[in-house]
């Protein structure tokens, strides 16, 4: 009896250990065909990205489970059935599972908390100055490559920074990005009275103060510095939220050099640190939490007691954050360390990866930036270089399934009744594009002195005009605001460029604002409003870039506006143009050398010989010998560069490319009745350049031509609307021609 119980028992065991591997040999070759190993869930973050997928293995393991239960329950009633007081051997590892035959399908993995699809997620970053304004576009460039969900960045600025990132945005027009910005100047008196060596100045300290300087609504917060590169979705960081405890309110990856070891030079004594202290370039701040601690008196009575040893404090906020956790270390969360691969000399972010794919967050934390050493520098610097110079117009996504942000009326509604067989339509879509605008790519410290006369070069160019820049600077000792047409690739050479030339970083008072390029045709009027309204003088001279002015021509226009007292009347002044065919000039010196020059052939006045009508109404027979300034009338087709007040008409941009750009300007100070004053001891002189692809377009193809009548005829029937009856001569003039 006891032996054929035995055999029974032996048969059932042997017949569910075969069941048990059969299935997992099933689930095994299921896996195979969905290209993954069901044995191997994925950790750190890692979410699934097949749904279907993960709906049906589910069901083949619940399926597996239940086939599992009745085998179980099968085996338990014969061993209650054999039982006569010995021990049940036949226990297997399934003691300590919850009653009923349930089990948990635990890993060795962390319950990862998912992010809904369209959840709004908040960035903070503090940013001051033309060169952060710079560098945090690649952050942000990198954010938005990776991302699926929405984002709300929140910037702490000084006014350089809140300029420049708002018009950036405002242009970008990127959809589900919300962006807010708060006055660095208002959080000053709560870190200035903290001395700091760090090169970041007192918006290093600004990061202690987010609890007060974002909304009290806001919970929580991902906190970078400028100088992150993101090589991965930051949905995946959002989701460590989850994973602190009730009392964890900080999370922050350890820092990677022996900083706060302090055994990097004899007598090196840094701020207190829990073990290798904390890194600050990556924070997870749990907001709502913080606040009801009493975060602001909590870093505050930290900071006092240290500084009164420290004296200051050496990387800004990065100390205090350690000085705190260093006191009560329950507060702060370890992130694993690839969320803040810091890249500054002789760290052991080495340690961080071991495979490109476990690369996360890449943080360029040394003085030396790109120079820095590591022995994968390479790779880094070509990923961070890939994301500088990418062009931000393909990131201009829609998040589908996510509601957006409603497109600003106007131009957006325009762009979508345009009729694609109109034979215009090239030429319309451009003029309604909407340019990316970087305003100050580069450091700009010119201020306006309380001077009415002062007169700033306003000009454009492309990447072809590159050559002239340092020879006009030569030539025009005042401030100039240039509008750059490139490409995001473009942006960077011309950075280069300039840092590398003398002439160029030398002057503090030359504004260069990047519009990147899009669309066939060149936005040159767009161009020129751009850099015109971000002047800051009363006057404007506007001008293109192929001209050189006279030497001491800014000195003369400013005297010039004072003795014309231009302030009190309507008036704009011009400057006569001439060119030379030779590659190679000796600029004239004065008046008299010029005309010795165009006696002698060597020199002409502009544009005689192709489009005279252009600049003979300025008559250069009478300037010739003309003492004082002198009025000259409209003419068709006039178009002189002139000095104007800052406030003048703006140019109308629905003129792209060659043709009619100036003229229709010029007709417009007109028709506002400004008067026309030919200055006697003033000049410029075009140089010689190969021709433009606009001009070649317009001189081959008869539809190019043909589209700019038709933009010609619209703009008179503008300007009729606008000035009424003064402006019927303009209609009559064209028409006799």
């Known amino acids: 009896m006891l032996r054929s119980w035995r055999v029974k028992l032996k048969l059932l065991l042997a017949t569910v250990t075969l069941a048990v591997l059969l299935s997992w040999l099933y689930l095994f070759v299921g896996s195979l065909e969905y290209g993954r190993f069901l044995l191997l869930p994925p950790c750190l973050g890692e979410q699934p990205s097949r749904d279907v997928e993960r709906e049906a293995l589910a069901s083949r393991v619940r399926r597996v489970e239940e086939e599992n239960q009745q085998l179980r329950l099968q085996l338990s009633q014969v061993q209650a059935e054999g039982s006569d007081g010995n021990p049940q051997w036949g226990a297997s590892a399934e003691d300590g599972?919850?009653?009923?035959?349930?089990?948990?399908?635990?890993?060795?993995?962390?319950?990862?908390?998912?992010?809904?699809?369209?959840?709004?997620?908040?960035?903070?970053?503090?940013?001051?100055?033309?060169?952060?304004?710079?560098?945090?576009?690649?952050?942000?460039?990198?954010?938005?490559?990776?991302?699926?969900?929405?984002?709300?960045?929140?910037?702490?600025?000084?006014?350089?920074?809140?300029?420049?990132?708002?018009?950036?945005?405002?242009?970008?027009?990127?959809?589900?990005?919300?962006?807010?910005?708060?006055?660095?100047?208002?959080?000053?008196?709560?870190?200035?009275?903290?001395?700091?060596?760090?090169?970041?100045?007192?918006?290093?300290?600004?990061?202690?103060?987010?609890?007060?300087?974002?909304?009290?609504?806001?919970?929580?917060?991902?906190?970078?510095?400028?100088?992150?590169?993101?090589?991965?979705?930051?949905?995946?960081?959002?989701?460590?939220?989850?994973?602190?405890?009730?009392?964890?309110?900080?999370?922050?990856v350890e820092n990677q050099s022996d900083w706060y070891l302090g055994n990097l030079w004899k007598n090196h004594k840094p701020w207190p640190a829990l073990g290798r202290g904390f890194n600050t370039g990556v924070i997870l701040l749990l907001l709502d939490r913080l606040r009801r601690l009493g975060w602001e008196q909590m870093w505050r009575l930290t900071a006092e007691r240290e500084l009164m040893s420290m004296l200051s404090t050496s990387l800004a906020d990065q100390d205090i954050f350690n000085a705190v956790i260093k006191q009560d270390p329950a507060l702060v969360y370890r992130l694993p360390c690839f969320w803040n691969v810091q890249l500054s000399d002789h760290t052991r972010s080495e340690q961080c990866y071991t495979e490109v794919s476990d690369l996360k967050v890449i943080h360029w934390n040394s003085p030396k930036k790109l120079r820095v050493k590591n022995k994968h520098v390479e790779f880094f610097r070509n990923l961070y270089l890939t994301f500088l110079e990418y062009d931000g117009n393909l990131l201009r996504r829609e998040l589908f399934g996510c509601a957006s942000l409603p497109s600003p009326p106007g131009d957006q509604q325009a762009l979508e009744e345009l009729d694609e067989d109109d034979p215009c339509y090239d030429f319309r879509r451009q003029h309604l594009t909407q340019h990316r605008v970087h305003l100050f790519f580069l450091q700009y410290e010119f201020l306006a002195l309380p001077n009415p006369t002062d007169v700033t070069l306003v000009a454009q160019l492309s990447m072809d005009r590159l050559q002239m820049l340092e020879a006009i600077c030569k030539h025009w000792a005042g401030p100039i605001s240039l509008a750059l047409y490139m490409s995001d690739a473009e942006a960077q050479q011309f950075l280069r460029y300039a840092q590398a030339s003398e002439v160029l970083s030398a002057r503090r008072n030359v504004a260069y604002h990047i519009v990147y390029k899009e669309g066939q045709f060149y936005p040159i009027n767009l161009l020129r409003n751009v850099a015109l309204a971000n002047t800051q003088t009363p006057y404007v001279f506007l001008t293109d870039i192929d001209f050189l002015p006279m030497y001491g021509l800014y000195d003369y226009l400013r005297n010039s506006i004072q003795q014309l007292e231009l302030p009190q009347r309507k008036a704009a002044l011009i400057v006569p143009a001439f060119e030379t065919l030779h590659y190679r000039l000796t600029f004239p010196k004065s008046k008299a050398e010029l005309l010795s020059m165009l006696d002698m052939g060597s020199l002409y006045t502009f544009r005689y010989h192709v489009w005279p009508k252009g600049h003979a109404p300025t008559d250069y027979a009478k300037w010739r010998t003309?003492?004082?300034?002198?009025?000259?009338?409209?003419?068709?087709?006039?178009?002189?560069?002139?000095?104007?007040?800052?406030?003048?008409?703006?140019?109308?941009?629905?003129?792209?490319?060659?043709?009619?750009?100036?003229?229709?300007?010029?007709?417009?100070?007109?028709a506002q009745e400004y008067e026309l004053l030919v200055l006697p001891n003033a000049f410029m002189i075009h140089m010689p350049h190969a021709p433009s692809f606009d001009i070649s377009k317009f001189r081959l193809s008869a539809g190019y031509r043909g589209c700019l009548q038709t933009l010609r005829e619209e703009f008179h029937q503008d300007l009729s609307r606008r000035y009424g009856a003064a402006a019927l001569k303009y209609l009559t003039a064209e028409r006799s021609l």
């Open 626 to 670: 003309a003492t004082v300034p002198y009025r000259v009338a409209w003419q068709p087709d006039f178009e002189p560069y002139v000095v104007v007040r800052r406030d003048c008409p703006k140019y109308d941009q629905r003129f792209v490319g060659f043709g009619w750009n100036k003229v229709s300007h010029i007709m417009e100070l007109d």
């Open 97 to 252: 599972e919850p009653p009923g035959g349930e089990r948990s399908n635990r890993t060795a993995c962390p319950k990862q908390r998912t992010v809904h699809k369209c959840e709004l997620l908040h960035v903070a970053i503090v940013c001051a100055g033309h060169n952060a304004s710079r560098d945090v576009v690649t952050l942000v460039k990198s954010i938005l490559f990776h991302r699926k969900n929405p984002l709300h960045f929140h910037f702490i600025t000084d006014s350089v920074a809140h300029q420049i990132l708002q018009t950036l945005f405002q242009s970008w027009m990127v959809p589900s990005v919300h962006v807010s910005f708060y006055n660095a100047d208002d959080l000053k008196p709560e870190v200035s009275w903290i001395p700091n060596k760090h090169y970041s100045g007192i918006y290093g300290l600004m990061k202690l103060t987010l609890t007060k300087a974002l909304p009290s609504s806001l919970s929580k917060v991902i906190v970078l510095d400028t100088d992150i590169t993101f090589a991965t979705d930051i949905a995946e960081l959002w989701a460590v939220f989850g994973k602190f405890s009730d009392k964890q309110v900080i999370g922050l």
